[in-house]
């Protein structure tokens, strides 16, 4: 996935109150209920159905690497939806949302200025509406360039702005060369 959309499902991950299932059998035993079946597991998973229906007896205990992998997004994608939603409703409405990012930074500035492009550590908490725009561009499938344009442009008026007191005319803020990026709500 991306740096962006991982980052973010990391942050709504924070707020669950139950850790999901660790292992094997009992991820694969929590897909099977929630999608009804152990077909559509075996689909989704890209193994046999009867494998599925090995680690749902306790047969077999220890997935390959990349198996593991799937299994573990595929569960925790859908583990405690209802609490997920109430910690994103939360960020975009009240709350907003906390960027901690090591990048490049700035904007078209004369050479030796503050505001000149350069690596920064950032630890910024961003209003409601751009935990709003961040979360509704995630679920609309937008991809790693719309979201990191989104919290650049947060950046900007937060940051570099201030919420309008100063740097008034700044136009675009560059967000490049991220070794660094985390989210909390």
Same mark, same amino acid.
């Given at each position: 996935?991306?740096?962006?959309?991982? &980052?973010l499902d990391? %942050?709504?991950q924070k707020s669950f109150t139950r850790p999901a299932p660790k292992s094997a059998p009992a991820q694969m035993r929590y897909l099977v209920k929630q999608l009804k079946g152990? =077909?559509?597991v075996a689909q989704m998973l890209r193994v046999s159905q009867r494998t599925v229906e090995r680690y749902v007896k306790d047969q077999?205990?220890? @997935?390959? @690497?990349d198996l593991a992998a799937r299994l573990e997004r595929e569960v925790k994608k859908r583990w405690q939806p209802q609490i997920r939603a109430k910690a994103r409703q939360t960020a975009a409405t009240t709350g907003g949302i906390v960027i901690d990012t090591r990048a490049r930074l700035g904007y078209t500035a004369p050479i030796g200025t503050t505001d000149q492009d350069r690596l920064r550590h950032l630890t910024v908490? +961003? @209003?409601? $509406?751009y935990a709003a725009r961040l979360f509704e561009a995630q679920e609309a499938g937008a991809g790693e360039q719309q979201l990191?344009?989104?919290? %650049?442009?947060a950046l900007k008026e937060v940051y570099f702005q201030?919420? &309008? =007191? =100063? %740097? &008034? $005319? +700044?136009?675009?803020? =560059?967000f490049t060369d991220i070794?660094? +990026?985390e989210f909390d709500l």
């Open positions: 996935m991306s740096l962006f959309g991982d &980052g990391a %942050a709504v152990t =077909r559509a077999i205990k220890k @997935p390959r @690497p908490a +961003l @209003p409601p $509406q990191k344009e989104i919290a %650049a442009e201030d919420n &309008g =007191r =100063r %740097a &008034g $005319q +700044l136009e675009e803020v =560059r070794e660094h +990026l």
